[in-house]
């Protein structure tokens, strides 16, 4: 068998499959007609092997309690490793949970309490946020700063002294960062890592966009210092490289032993313990037979990072693009036109007919941008540019 689903210029019908990007947006107050370019899932079908490991999880027919072993554990340990030249020591150090999003809650319930601070970099990924106010903790943000290079960069000075000024026990990160797409150098790392270890700050390190580095490889926090073990959680996941988000399965790898059991006992305290039956067999599938359909979806997204990044320079006046280092969400910034927040909103998605994500819900620092997922066929894409394009 080879690869077969290599055909990423087809526009696969998602509408009417319950599918969140496609079929909520009269529930969430938008046109029903929208052309959506939002969540961070791809319009691509999964590589073929995934689908045909999942086809046979369905011929069996049985899908009781499962769990892993140490196959699974291999599988996970040679990805990181032939990804990211990161060694897994242990299987004790790999835990599984529904979601990275689970794990930043768990996380943030196990290692804060009421009331605490936790420490973020805004604009970034939103349930970051939410996680950290729905558990009725405190947001304290090291804002990124946007020198206008189309590249975020870190305050470092601030970033100490927010922790050391509001008591900050644990940090949230996102590399690739979502949605700026930096990927944070070796050295910007080796800084963040630094003062967390000094201060004694836990690093929950959600690297879920690391296989969409788009220059050298990805480099994991973790894997930089060997003391960083003892402070960081890394959270990683096959649901965004190979679009099996709705399969829930995600491996979050905690090497120090207190810090883990410490997680793992806030996991069982949600009632949590076997991981979903096909997100195993897809994550297998994927991290073992993967490869050709990664390097081509690689490929077919980077062509459409190129050609977005083209047709905004040439056709519209005010707008400026972050190019992503990393990630397939493309960082737009509005605010060139001159327009409110609320005006530009308005022309995307009742004149444009564009679902999008509004920068402000990534904070403050997010006002004046727009996110779009370029992870769909070019014609999409293109559609979707025009229609921005007569709008402003
Ligand atoms: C930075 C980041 N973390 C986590 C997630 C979601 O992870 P999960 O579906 O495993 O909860 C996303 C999805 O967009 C993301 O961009």
């Given at each position: 068998m080879s690869e077969k689903n290599l055909d990423f210029d087809t526009v696969v019908n998602r509408r009417h499959t319950d599918s969140l990007k496609y079929d909520f947006a009269k529930r969430r107050g938008l046109p029903e007609d929208v052309l959506p370019l939002w969540v961070a899932d791809m319009d691509f079908k999964t590589s073929s092997y995934v689908q045909e490991a999942l086809s046979q999880s369905v011929e069996h027919g049985i899908f009781g309690y499962t769990e892993t072993d140490v196959d699974y554990y291999e599988?996970?340990?040679n990805w990181m490793k032939k990804q990211y030249d990161w060694e897994l020591e242990s299987i004790r150090w790999l835990v599984k949970t529904?979601?990275?999003?689970?794990?930043?809650?768990?996380?943030?319930?196990?290692?804060?309490k009421e009331g605490d601070n936790v420490l973020i970099q805004q604009p970034v990924y939103y349930p970051f946020s939410e996680i950290i106010t729905d558990n009725d903790r405190n947001i304290v943000s090291n804002t990124l700063i946007d020198d206008g290079s189309g590249r975020y960069k870190i305050d470092f000075d601030d970033f100490e002294k927010k922790i050391v000024e509001n008591n900050v026990k644990l940090f949230l990160l996102s590399n690739p960062h979502n949605p700026g797409g930096a990927v944070w150098t070796k050295e910007e790392l080796i800084r963040i890592g630094d003062i967390c270890l000094k201060h004694n700050v836990i690093i929950a390190s959600d690297e879920i966009h690391a296989d969409f580095v788009w220059k050298g490889k990805h480099n994991v926090l973790v894997n930089l210092k060997d003391e960083y073990r003892d402070i960081v959680i890394t959270c990683t996941s096959p649901t965004k490289t190979f679009n099996i988000a709705g399969l829930q399965i995600s491996n979050i790898i905690i090497p120090n032993t207190v810090l883990r059991r410490t997680f793992k006992k806030k996991v069982a305290a949600f009632g949590y313990s076997q991981a979903n039956t096909v997100g195993i067999v897809a994550c297998e599938a994927a991290y073992t037979k993967g490869e050709e359909w990664l390097a081509a979806i690689r490929e077919y997204i980077w062509s459409n990072i190129e050609y977005t990044k083209e047709f905004v320079d040439n056709n519209l006046t005010g707008v400026k693009m972050f190019v992503p280092e990393g990630t397939y969400l493309v960082w737009l910034d509005?605010?060139?036109?001159?327009?409110?927040d609320s005006e530009i909103n308005r022309r995307i998605i009742h004149e444009a007919k564009l679902w999008l994500d509004a920068g402000n819900i990534f904070g403050d620092a997010g006002k004046g941008f727009q996110r779009i997922n370029v992870a769909c066929p070019r014609s999409v894409l293109t559609d979707a540019l025009k229609r921005i394009k007569k709008v402003f």
């Open positions: 599988i996970v340990k529904p979601g990275v999003v689970f794990a930043l809650g768990a996380i943030v319930q196990a290692f804060t509005f605010s060139g036109t001159g327009l409110e």
